[in-house]
DNA sequence: ATTAGGG
DNA sequence: CCCTAAT
């Protein structure tokens, strides 16, 4: 039968002259403001979260774990282990079709944590035992070291290197240990000959695929990012999760860097932003960006090698977050590529208006610590910061056992990125407090007296507004109601974590600095290369020499950093993502792909209009070839079918109106 | 900002 | 996926 060609090729109704006019058309991206209503899942769920964190610690003192937590979501699983032991608890919220899920664990605070610590203390576990007990305080590390110690244990069986901190695990307590593997890692210069070589995990855990490990964690309240927290669609494979709870798990990735499906969900943590923060961080970046500054890349940390062929940062920031004033400042936007990835520390001159002074290579005084950041007064009145290090926390990765280290550190670098992909914001904290407020002078604020000299601390939050680009991502728009989520997202961080962060610190160095800003999960800043004070939150170490790798320094003229732009991670479309993709193709023709866009994927912002048409241009090609040359995962023929249908109607269509002849539909 | 195509 | 030219 012949079709109306004004109605499309499967005869939707799509009037031809139905495109509004640029001017008035929506705008590309399907952000949202901020301030629009959507309740957030994110935020929903972080505070669930920090509830639900709250209930089981206080709760668990009386052992009354159980069944306090089921009320407040639409699906609560209480799994029960063994006595005593990690409680994974699975909470999933659903709201305005949106969802978010996310793990937590809490733990009892039994005396038979610490003697479960104690128990894995008697093997090359202890570190992993102190990841599993979430509980483990100081105290019981105490009591571990001095087990240890006691015992003799041997730890040449341990992979370990500095703070890269991979621990072999004995076999009879791999079942115990699982995946709870507590791991430091350090951000250092790739060139580093740290010798800590390369090795497959495979015969170090015998965990169950895949291995999660959890970066540190302030607060539950987050995402990967940092994977920053909450979460939405569908879980983690079950499997990874139901026998041993992890720490705070809320992120996650498979290896096939397939996309979570988050219905509806903006990764965007616009509702984490506020204007206060945004402000400060405006101003940070544009500290950053001044004439005045020019950010030194230290190469050698810059963790992406050459050499290493696989190496794909994913979290670029880019147009297909449409949004943000692209073209205005698409040289910035370079430029926060760069910044992103360095987390500037320390310079001579001035660092803020207020005139304070940085040196960090003047050989300051930087001695033992804790305190990563210590000041001097000289008597110019100037006040001299040395930063030592800075953490991050709350990373939440999962690769596969059999991943090697170099990925694992490539994903760690990654979800490291994209925690801090949306730039960072500054804070200052004195006596663990912050300061919040920026019009005060270091001398009215105290910072300039001796007297708090160990008790200053920096830290470096995620700026809510892009912090973690590649999180969640959103589902083609036609799917809006939940719908089986089959692959994981790839990158765990999601911007969540953000919200989570927003009031703990992101990258802190405060070493007797106390967060104290926050209630639920407070975390402890305890440097972990302190044994003794080690918070089994803080799994990340960034002992010492963290300053080394980048640097601030007066603009020069040579840095050029703009030029390390990197590819945007591979996003496999989806089956689903190609069946939505080619509806929208039958209906609105194959010159209109801003259009396919808002119709079928509104709200997966990583996919650009450019992305669908370069989608459809691979579609037909597979369409044409056989079966066996195809690869990936397999497009239903059904849908190749549909493929070249619409093609060869839009192809006459088009040619149609510059007077051929239309054809017969399929 | 979009579209169309080559790389 | 990226990049560009042309709209």
Redesign the pocket.
Known sequence: MVKRLDYGFRGFQVPPTARRP?ST?R??HSKKSPEDGQACAFELLASLAGKLLQESESSASSNAIEGNHHHAFSHSVVEKERQDEVRPLMAKVVHNGSCAESIFTTEMESQKSSQKCLEHAETDCVLECVSVNNSCNSECWEKIEAHVNSKSIRWENKFVHNSNRLVEIPEDVKESCDANIKSGFRREPEASNSGFKESTLDNKFSLKDPVELCINSPALADSNSDVRSPFCGELFPKASLSRHGNNNRLGFRDDDEKFLQCNGVRTKSKAFSRPPRRIACRRIRQMLTSKHWKVVPNLKDYGHSRTDEGVKPLY?K??SC?SFE??RHSTLFKRRKFFRRSIVITSDGGLSSDSVSNSPNKGMDVDNSNSSAKLHVSKDSHVKFSIKSFRIPQLYIEVPRTATVGSLKRTVNEALMAMLGGGVHVGVLLQGKKVRDDKRTLRQTGISCEENLNKLGFLLEPSSLQASPAVCVGEPSRFKTSQPTRSPEALVLDSGITDALQDSSLLTNTGNLVESNHDSTSFSTDIIADKTTTDARALVTVPTSSTEPLAVVPAGQKTRPSEF?Q?????PFSVSEVDALVEAVEELG??????VKFRAFENAD?RT???L??KW??LVHTAKIGPQQRRGEPVPQELLDRVLAAHAYWSNHQAKQHGNVPKLEP
Not at 567 to 571: A, G, L
Not at 590 to 595: A, E, K, P
């Open positions: 640029r058309r705008r590309g670029r880019r147009k449409y692209r073209s732009v590819r945007r991670i591979r996003r194959t010159g209109r792909w801003r259009d990583h209009y450019v992305d048409k370069d241009k691979t």
